[in-house]
């Protein structure tokens, strides 16, 4: 069964903290998203690697980074956890160029920043 | 700018109707529309994707059609049972490799 795995459910962070989301998928898929999920206001994504060592912002990329080292994992990183940013992570993968795959996600993590 | 609205946001209804949630898009330059399902505290769970040049997809007690010259689906899920309580995702698949998704409806369905 193809996955996208999520390495937390939980996390609690300090402000101030760096902090390292990781996911990793096993479906040799290209396109790896990071999106963040608030009460009314949806996902909104806030990057997306198409290759290895390839990104690009998404609609609220302010306060995150991202690296993409090997094709199967993908990690977003605060560089200065605030506690705006307390959400709900979600990741997700997708085959290039072929958008009627479908996407694959992730079990999310739930991160508060306190 | 793709915007995707759903209606209604949140709805509760007795075991064994029939439902309709609504989906709703601004730009109908799309390759496909993705129905997912996420259950609290989880991630998302495909449930049916319909690519622009169809109409409608099944699958189980779900339907879900497409007509994208109006901006519109519907997801139709049949004698309706309390497992399918949960928040149900449209996404819209734009000339791009990004998904852009709705607000979602809650549904509640009580025994």
């Known amino acids: 069964d193809v996955k996208v795995t999520q390495s937390s459910r939980y996390l609690v962070k300090r402000t101030g903290e760096k902090v390292f989301l990781e996911c990793v998928q096993d479906?040799?898929?290209?396109?790896m998203f990071w999106y963040r999920q608030d009460p009314g206001l949806g996902l909104r994504l806030i990057y997306f690697?198409?290759?290895?060592?390839?990104?690009e912002k998404g609609d609220i990329p302010e306060g995150y980074s991202v690296s993409r080292e090997k094709k199967e994992r993908f990690s977003l990183i605060l560089e200065s956890a605030s506690t705006n940013q307390t959400s709900m992570y979600l990741c997700a993968s997708s085959l290039s160029g072929h958008p009627n795959y479908g996407y694959t996600f992730g079990s999310g993590t739930r991160l508060t920043v306190v | 700018k793709q915007e995707v609205t759903q209606i209604p946001a949140a709805l509760s209804v007795p075991e064994g109707e029939n439902l309709v949630l609504n989906c709703s898009f601004t730009?109908?330059?799309?390759?496909?529309l993705q129905w997912f399902r996420q259950d609290p505290g989880k991630g998302l769970t495909s449930l049916l994707l319909i690519q622009s040049s169809q109409r409608e997809q099944t699958s189980g007690r779900l339907n879900a059609s497409l007509d994208k010259s109006s901006g519109r689906s519907t997801l139709y899920i049949a004698a309706s049972q309390p497992g399918d309580s949960a928040t149900y995702l449209c996404a819209v698949s734009p000339y791009t490799d990004k998904l852009i998704f709705g607000t979602g409806t809650r549904l509640q369905v009580f025994p």
């Open positions: 690697s198409y290759d290895v060592k390839m990104k």
């Open positions: 479906m040799d898929h290209e396109n």
């Open positions: 730009d109908s330059a799309i390759y496909n």
